[in-house]
């Protein structure tokens, strides 16, 4: 248990919906980052956030969006929502701002099915 | 840009030694992590190196050449539940922004 919380753990929704996956990170960290998992692409760096503020974006779409609350939880919005957003979406989080070792320990992902 | 590559899968067999190579392109590079994921579960980590060199730990071992842009995680007395796949990710300097590989399916057989 990396105690990195993610809920809900499974979701399945339709075409065209919009779903809000949360994520609260362990004790103290302060830096959280999201990643998407799909089948053919692998581990996808999406965003990350660190005391609230953005830090560093990846190859999120426009469609997400996400953000981090002052308790240091964080919430990623999925918005018309299509057929290839179906994945695994993990959040991790590390005790600093991200740079040099700062080990990011992974939550045991939500599951995004969208039909 | 940023660029991993690591091979697809490998196989070996129960109480061998086996080397994952992953080789990276990216433009301020600070360090390169290994990570294991079992099918279905979160990655852990295993590794990290910012030096050039070998760091151990048990029975999993990690080198870095920066030179080389080339790494490599090194796996001995293997047990079947190291069958997995690892993950290697580049962090870019500064920044949390890590670029992963598409990973390295490891069968371990008996």
């Known amino acids: 248990d990396s105690g990195v919380t993610q809920t809900p753990k499974h979701l399945i929704t339709a075409t065209g919906q919009r779903v809000t996956l949360r994520c609260s990170p362990r004790s103290g960290d302060l830096s959280v980052y999201w990643y998407q998992q799909s089948l053919d692409q692998g581990l996808q760096f999406l965003i990350q956030?660190?005391?609230?503020?953005?830090?560093a974006k990846g190859n999120i779409l426009e469609r997400f969006s996400a953000q981090q609350f002052p308790d240091l939880h964080s919430e990623l919005n999925l918005s018309s929502l299509e057929l290839g957003d179906s994945a695994l979406y993990f959040c991790?989080?590390?005790?600093?701002?991200?740079?040099?070792?700062?080990?990011?320990?992974f939550g045991p992902g939500t599951r995004l099915t969208v039909l | 840009g940023q660029n991993i590559d690591q091979p697809t899968e490998m196989t070996a067999t129960e109480g061998a030694i086996v080397q994952i190579n992953c080789t990276y392109q990216?433009?301020?590079?600070?360090?390169l992590f290994w990570y294991q994921q079992h099918a279905g579960e979160a990655p852990t980590f295993l590794s990290y190196n910012v030096l050039d060199g070998l760091e151990e730990k048990g029975r999993f071992s990690s080198f870095l050449s920066r030179s080389k842009g080339y790494s490599y995680l090194l796996l001995k007395e293997l047990q079947m539940k190291d069958s997995a796949s690892y993950l290697c990710a580049a962090v870019t300097m500064g920044a949390g922004k890590s670029t992963f590989g598409d990973g390295t399916t490891l069968t371990v057989k008996p």
């Open positions: 956030y660190y005391n609230g503020e953005e830090r």
């Open positions: 991790a989080s590390s005790p600093l701002a991200g740079a040099g070792g700062d080990t990011q320990y």
């Open positions: 990216t433009s301020g590079f600070n360090g």
